[in-house]
């Protein structure tokens, strides 16, 4: 494909993707709620947490064989290949890059406003946690398991193999990093937490550029999202 056809077509994907993205949330949640409902049980009950985790499972599996489709019409070397420990300790190293730069990240912004605030996108999951188990299930998968696939593909696996392929080799990772950024903060836009969001992306991209292989990628992002989860969890 020539470059202006791989922009368009990647910037077609991104767009698709994330429709996806937001579609497993909300038919995960209305489609559970209504069918518990529909049942007379509980909206936010077991049934309906049990309804959720298969909703959400089928969804996440149908768009990320979406997703691949769409990466693999650009790199079809593509997929899940044996893990090798040298590739492997990138996700631990790059897991360690995350949390030390966003030390630094909050140390700057308490320099500059006098006080750490948290990203909307937090506070939206934190507000969660207040439907009870069906909230912390709901969250708890979505970010360990449903973002660090999906957001993988959309981010590092569309936007890294479609978009600035010719340039430099750092051109696409801070492409990546922005437009990561910009996704996790959109609806409520502050500075510091998009430079929070894009230097996680772009160390997720960097991950991907070294290992060749996305699986990486979504470990690290998993591990970072998996530890954020458990530290939201302890402060209930």
């Known amino acids: 494909m020539t470059s202006k056809v791989n922009w368009m077509t990647g910037l077609i994907w991104v767009v698709i993707g994330i ?8 038919f995960g949640v209305t489609g559970s709620k209504t069918l518990a409902v529909l049942l007379g049980q509980p909206a936010n009950g077991v049934v309906a947490t049990i309804l959720l985790v298969i909703i ?3 969804l996440t599996i149908a768009v990320t064989k979406v997703l691949l489709y769409a ?9 899940l290949q044996p893990f090798v420990w040298e590739k492997l300790s990138y996700v631990f190293v790059g897991y360690l890059v995350i949390i030390l730069g966003l030390m630094f990240i909050n140390l700057a912004r308490e320099l500059v406003v006098g006080h750490i605030d948290i990203a909307q996108n937090q506070l939206t999951l934190q ?4 439907q009870g188990l069906y909230g912390i299930i709901f969250v708890g998968f979505l970010s ?3 973002a660090p696939i999906v957001e993988e593909l ?17 051109v696409n990772i801070i492409l990546s990093a922005g437009m990561f950024g910009y996704f996790h903060v959109y609806s409520a836009f502050n500075a510091f937490d998009f430079l929070q969001y894009a230097f996680m992306g772009g160390v997720l991209a960097y ?17 970072n999202n998996t530890v954020s989860f458990f530290a939201m969890l302890s402060m209930l």
């Open 56 to 58: 959400v499972a089928l």
């Open 154 to 170: 959309i981010f590092r696996g569309v936007v890294m193999n479609y978009f600035c392929t010719n340039k430099g080799w750092w």
């Open 207 to 223: 991950v991907y550029k070294k290992t060749q292989q996305i699986q990486y990628a979504m470990l690290t992002h998993a591990l």
């Open 71 to 79: 990466v693999r019409q650009a790199n079809p070397g593509l997929g």
């Open 144 to 146: 360990i398991v449903v």
């Open 19 to 26: 429709i996806l993205d937001f579609s497993i949330q909300i």
């Open 127 to 130: 507000n969660t946690f207040s």
